[in-house]
């Protein structure tokens, strides 16, 4: 099956920081999505991003399909940034399965 | 307002009986999923169903059973033969194609003891 992973694994800012937030994948997909789970365990859909460029507020995400891979960038982070970043992925015309990557831990900091 | 409930919240259970976990959705989805979260670790896919009277075997299916009479209801079944049942157990639900969003409900933190 596919193959997602997450980079970096863990990441502490500085509050008012920027940070990219990596996730590879090893086949061609029709849906990736970007999570947000919270301390409380809540998952927030961040973005559904298949490919191209999208923004809301302070956080966007642009996905190379053709590279395989997608980026979350977070802009003047804040302590409620903070949490586990989720990508997931599938692939296939059909498929209904995602697939997620184990995440990336992010702290910010006063 | 639409959405997923997962209930209960937090669920504790003596090690050896059967416990079956909540879902219920109002946004209309054909698909719903289970997942479950181990701490420190990324989500794990246990069963999922694509329409009413059919579901399919994820990654982890061993000790668990789901069924799926209602459209918006999807209950999880952790029986006595799943070797590690403590965990987070995370109900989601999307439209019955592939390039739709998957809804996550807050989840149901489940203690065996």
């Known amino acids: 099956g596919i193959q997602v992973e997450q980079s970096p694994p863990d990441l502490i800012l500085q509050e008012g920081a920027n940070s990219t937030l990596r996730c590879n994948f090893s086949?061609?997909?029709?849906?990736l999505q970007w999570f947000h789970q919270n301390p409380w365990g809540q998952l927030i859909n961040l973005f559904y991003?298949?490919?191209g460029t999208k923004q809301n507020g302070r956080l966007s995400a642009t996905t190379v399909a053709t590279e395989r891979y997608s980026l979350l960038y977070i802009s003047s982070s804040q302590t409620t940034d903070s949490g586990v970043y989720f990508c997931?992925?599938?692939?296939?015309?059909?498929?209904?399965?995602?697939?997620f990557g184990k995440g990336t831990k992010l702290s910010v900091i006063p | 307002d639409g959405g997923i409930t997962q209930s209960p919240k937090y669920l504790f259970r003596k090690e050896g009986q059967n416990v079956t976990l909540s879902c219920e959705q109002n946004?209309?989805?054909?698909?719903m999923y289970w997942y479950r979260q181990d701490p420190g670790q990324g989500l794990r896919l246990i069963y999922y169903?694509?329409?009413?009277?059919?579901?399919q075997k994820g990654d982890i299916a061993e000790g668990y059973s789901v069924s799926r009479e209602k459209k918006e209801s999807f209950p999880l079944t952790v029986t006595s033969a799943q070797k590690n049942p403590t965990a987070f157990y995370l109900c989601?639900?999307?439209?019955?194609?592939?390039?739709?969003?998957?809804?996550f409900g807050n989840g149901t933190r489940l203690t065996v003891t």
């Open positions: 989601a639900s999307k439209r019955g194609d592939s390039f739709s969003p998957l809804h």
């Open positions: 086949d061609s997909v029709n849906n």
């Open positions: 991003i298949p490919s």
């Open positions: 997931a992925v599938n692939s296939g015309a059909g498929s209904y399965q995602l697939t």
């Open positions: 946004l209309n989805h054909d698909a």
């Open positions: 169903s694509q329409i009413v009277n059919d579901f």
